[in-house]
């Protein structure tokens, strides 16, 4: 996630094009997409790789039961956990995000420069309220573990490597008013990170990670998904998961191989659909102009992406206009556009800001990394991507236009401190410091991984992807296999830009 950035010139150098929308067009693109899901029987079936990368996951089971009287939704959730570590395991860790939310000195959107933006009503708490967590049957001890209550601890008996079992709870999430990825706002419940998720285990511990205000500290491992989602009558469910009506007010869909879910669910929204080879692509704005355009960048991106980067793994994808201070927001199969980003004067920013946010499908939802400690390695091969994107579709000119403002000036700029794009996210404590870091030198590592490879960055990445789709990826990891690929010695250019003080 990254606070809105200032104007893009970069039109400038390619020429202005003219946005013809054509409204009854796009009303009855919006209208069609919703009879496909609601039948069911659009939604394409999923990439090649995706049954494959399935199988043997964990696995959720997840009802919602969306209230808005209670501003709240009902979730209960089955996992079933195969204990693929290689130690014995005596408790789990469960990620309840929204708790950060229950006061303002632990929420992410209550930080100083995005206070007044986020609660523009003043202060609304969110968290979560657990019922009946059980394991195998049998009631479960659990505590929290961490300062803002976003771990917890759930203790177990002896599970050894390859044994599974069941957990399963109740809660309900309480979903704070605020303009946030997470929050009630503008007609639209945006739900990311409310879904309770398994953490991460690694190094003989599960992380239990406090929630940063700046940048994404979600990291959690690829599952398979099973949703049934509740809604009032006439309200549009965007979700992660294709989700086909079963009936008036209640929709059913399946997400496999996807690292987390997310759904925005407007009380009224209009709908755009479209395809991008084998992808059904839905765009859900406030009317369908909006819509529209913001189909039309996603098409371009994925059809862009897929060809330098591989194949779009699942059969939809969704973008959803959001209620938030930032330019966009990240889940599989999912993103969140700011509303600012729909005004007609930004065109431009809507394109780059889709063509960013359409890039982590490849750089953080296929191919996994740490987000809490290495931020730079989805949102720095995102930067880079959206240049590449800016390349391809309107040549060198544009490209270089748009790498002087989002990665040459970024070098030049005077950042107090000692941060580098190889920091943690919570060394930052403002959104701009993290934008000329982590974004911009962050893109100028890739650009001149794309000097220093001989057969340029994009061919590294699409190898990249394909070595570590679905899975996690530590920055060792990433340098061991760029070494290996490239049969040279990255490292010190990788120190160079990541980890040295300008
Ligand atoms: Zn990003």
Request: proline share 6%.
């Amino acid at each position: 996630m990254e606070r809105k950035r200032c104007i893009i010139p970069w039109a400038l150098a390619r020429g202005r094009r003219t946005a013809a929308l054509v409204c009854l067009a796009a009303a009855l693109a919006g209208l069609a997409a919703w009879l496909l899901l609601r039948g069911g029987g659009g939604i394409p079936s999923p990439g090649k790789g995706l049954p494959a990368a399935a199988e043997g996951l964990t696995d959720y089971r997840v009802e919602l039961r969306l209230l808005p009287e209670e501003s709240a939704l009902a979730i209960s959730e089955t996992i079933q956990y195969r204990n693929g570590t290689s130690s014995t395991l005596d408790h789990l860790v469960l990620r309840t995000w929204l708790n950060a939310f229950q006061k303002e000195e632990t929420s992410p959107a209550a930080l100083e420069e995005l206070y007044d933006a986020c609660y523009p009503e003043g202060f609304s708490p969110g968290g979560l309220a657990l019922y009946n967590v059980e394991w195998n049957g049998q009631a479960a001890n659990h505590e929290f573990v961490n300062g803002d209550e976003t771990a917890l601890n759930i203790s177990i008996p002896t599970l050894e490597p390859g044994e599974s079992g069941t957990l399963f709870f109740r809660c309900l999430a309480k979903i704070p008013h605020c303009a946030y990825r997470t929050g009630y706002a503008g007609g639209c419940w945006q739900l990311g990170n409310v879904l309770p998720l398994l953490s991460v285990y690694g190094d003989g511990e599960w992380r239990t990670d406090e929630y940063t205000p700046i940048g994404d500290p979600f990291v959690s491992e690829c599952a398979n998904f099973h949703v049934t989602l509740e809604a009032p009558e006439g309200y549009v469910p965007a979700c992660s998961a294709a989700l086909p009506r079963e009936k008036e007010g209640r929709w059913q869909g399946d997400l496999p191989a996807a690292r987390d879910l997310a759904l925005c669910v407007y009380e009224r929204a209009a709908v755009a659909q479209g395809k991008a080879g084998n992808t059904l692509v839905l765009s859900y704005a406030a009317d369908s102009g909006e819509a529209k355009r913001a189909l039309e960048d996603a098409k371009k991106a994925l059809e862009t992406f897929s060809a330098l980067y591989g194949e779009y793994p699942y059969p939809t994808l969704s973008v959803c206009k959001a209620d938030f201070p930032f330019g966009g927001m990240e889940y599989p199969a999912l993103c969140m556009i700011g509303k600012d980003q729909y005004l007609a004067e930004k065109s431009d920013s809507l394109e780059l800001t889709v063509a960013h946010e359409t890039a982590h499908q490849w750089f953080y939802a296929l191919v996994g990394s740490d987000q809490a400690l290495s931020p730079w390695q989805d949102e720095a091969l995102c930067e880079y991507a959206m240049l590449r994107y800016v390349g391809k579709r309107y040549g060198q000119g544009s490209f270089e236009a748009l790498k002087y403002y989002r990665a040459d000036a970024p070098m030049m700029e005077h950042v107090p401190g000692s941060l580098t794009p190889g920091s943690p996210i919570s060394y930052y404590n403002n959104y701009q410091d993290y934008r000329t870091v982590v974004y911009g030198r962050g893109a100028a590592l890739l650009l001149a991984l794309d000097d220093f490879l001989p057969g340029g960055a994009d061919a590294f990445l699409k190898a990249y992807g394909k070595e570590f789709a679905f899975r996690l990826v530590s920055r060792k990891q990433f340098e061991d296999f760029l070494n290996a690929y490239s049969g040279l010695d990255a490292s010190p250019l990788l120190l160079d830009y990541l980890d040295t003080l300008m």
